[in-house]
């Protein structure tokens, strides 16, 4: 009776905290969902989550590809003020570590009273660097350090805060073992639930579906046997070989669903339903043919130009859903613009804490839940030193481009997405005043990098 008593009082002292997950999928792309228009890929627990949401048409990325997008997520800047612009390999294990002293997504909802937990994929940082995931607020991680580990579903090990946990029956290039990292991470993410089910708590699930290598447990895979016509995959991009990697491809983003369903059903089962929003998004857009992957069959960009690498509409646009019961009012769709780094505000805001100062991200608050007048970002930026070197800003409904600037290309594109959002005709010619406008803008309005550098801006 005692135990009854001490337990509903802790209960209620957390009400006043809402708890915050953020799942994050891996190079998932805008039109891989049902409810973003998918029809060969099954994901009814993600639907069902956007028909008692909300869902955004005009959410962004951080970047067009891993590290540089979770740096804008995790510290709330854009792209041409974070410190991480582009993916960075360390010799060892793990990519470019964030700097020490970094105020992090982790960090700041920690001294908001939030215990914290990542499970997933961090590549902010290797292990024992400033980096390391436990030098950046969270409480307790289980996961990928590295980016390149994360390439493989049966790895030899993962990281379980600072120790390395060896994983019997997946030695070291055995690509067929018997545990499969995802499931690992899920039961480990859903413990962290468990454990913190009385205080505030921020579940960050930066998981790796669909990433290649195209790797599925059987149980999932047979959902999709026979439904395509699939073309075997020789594995010569150095990515395991697989027989049908149409149906692999979906089977994963489906067990991934499968997994929503699960959370949901955790936090109803112990009481958390109405006292937790739930976010779910993808680090970029969707990966191009690579490994037996094949976005055109998919449609994964719903018709948008550029996938993975780019910053044209497919490589950033991205898809994101909230779920809040009793906050955010059922069934809804806004077109408002939003971005990574919006998020940190935002969460911050779920948790009644400030927001520190220099940000660039702005709270989306009141466009989740109807209430208050939603600030709006004057422009969003991207500056991103990979593939080519690539710049971009979108403001109000144009968006300017500048591509191939390490070969010194200095040439803005313009184009307006109302009217053209596959971004198929070029205004510049017709708008050259705006297009000399969105250059200055490129050139002025960012921070100088001492590790990524753009040609003809930096050095």
């Known amino acids: 009776m005692v135990a009854s008593l001490v337990c509903s009082a802790l209960i209620a002292a957390s009400a006043t905290k809402p708890n915050i997950v953020l ?3 891996d190079d998932l792309g805008y039109a891989e969902l049902g409810c973003y228009g998918q029809h060969k890929i099954h994901t009814p627990n993600i639907d069902r989550m956007a028909a008692e949401g909300i869902r955004f048409t005009q959410f962004y990325a951080g970047a067009p590809v891993c590290a540089p997008s979770r740096c804008c997520l995790m510290t709330g800047l854009q792209s041409n003020h974070a410190y991480i612009r582009d993916n960075g390999e360390l010799p060892t294990e793990g990519q470019m570590p964030l700097p020490e002293g970094t105020v992090t997504m982790a960090g700041a909802l920690k001294q908001a009273g939030y215990t914290t937990g990542m499970f997933g994929k961090w590549g902010l940082g290797g292990p024992g660097t400033t980096g390391d995931p436990m030098n950046m607020g969270w409480d307790e991680f289980y996961g990928y350090n590295c980016q390149r580990e994360a390439h493989n579903y049966y790895p030899d090990h993962l990281w379980h805060n600072r120790e390395k946990v060896t994983l019997e029956g997946n030695e070291k290039g055995n690509i067929q073992g018997k545990q499969y990292s995802h499931d690992l991470i899920v039961s480990q993410a859903f413990e962290f639930v468990k454990k913190n089910q009385t205080k505030p708590f921020f579940l960050y699930m930066p998981v790796t579906i669909p990433h290649v290598a195209l790797q599925v447990p059987e ?4 959902e999709y046997e026979g439904k395509f016509e699939d073309i075997p995959y020789d594995g010569k991009q150095g990515y395991l070989p697989h027989p049908t990697p149409r149906a692999a491809y979906a089977a994963m983003i489906t067990r991934l669903d499968r997994d929503m369903g699960r959370l949901f059903s955790l936090l109803k089962d112990l009481d958390l339903d109405k006292h937790t929003v739930v976010v779910f998004t993808s680090d970029n857009g969707p990966t191009h043919a690579v490994g037996g ?20 509409e497919g490589g950033i646009r991205v898809p994101m859903v909230v779920r809040w019961p009793g906050h955010i009012d059922a069934g809804r769709t806004t077109e408002q613009t939003g971005a990574f780094w919006d998020l940190l505000p935002t969460f911050l805001t779920v948790a009644g804490a400030r927001t520190p100062k220099g940000l ?4 989306l608050m009141p466009t989740m839940t109807g209430r208050g007048k939603q600030k709006m970002h004057r422009r969003l930026i991207w500056e991103f030193p990979g593939y080519g070197g690539q710049q971009a800003v979108r403001e ?11 070969k010194g290309n200095n040439d803005i594109e313009l184009y307006n ?6 971004e198929k005709t070029n205004l510049a010619k017709n708008y050259p005043d705006k297009a000399a406008h969105f250059k200055e803008i490129m050139a002025k309005d960012r921070k100088a990098s001492d590790l990524f550098h753009l040609k003809g801006l930096d050095r």
């Open 396 to 406: 109000g409904d144009w968006k300017a481009v500048r591509t191939n600037m390490s």
């Open 23 to 25: 799942v994050v999928a």
């Open 417 to 422: 997405l109302k009217d053209d959002p596959g």
């Open 360 to 363: 660039d991200g702005l709270s």
């Open 293 to 312: 992957a094949d976005p055109a069959f998919f449609d994964s960009a719903d018709g948008l130009r550029g996938l993975k690498g780019s910053v044209y």
């Open 219 to 222: 149980d999932s895979l047979k």
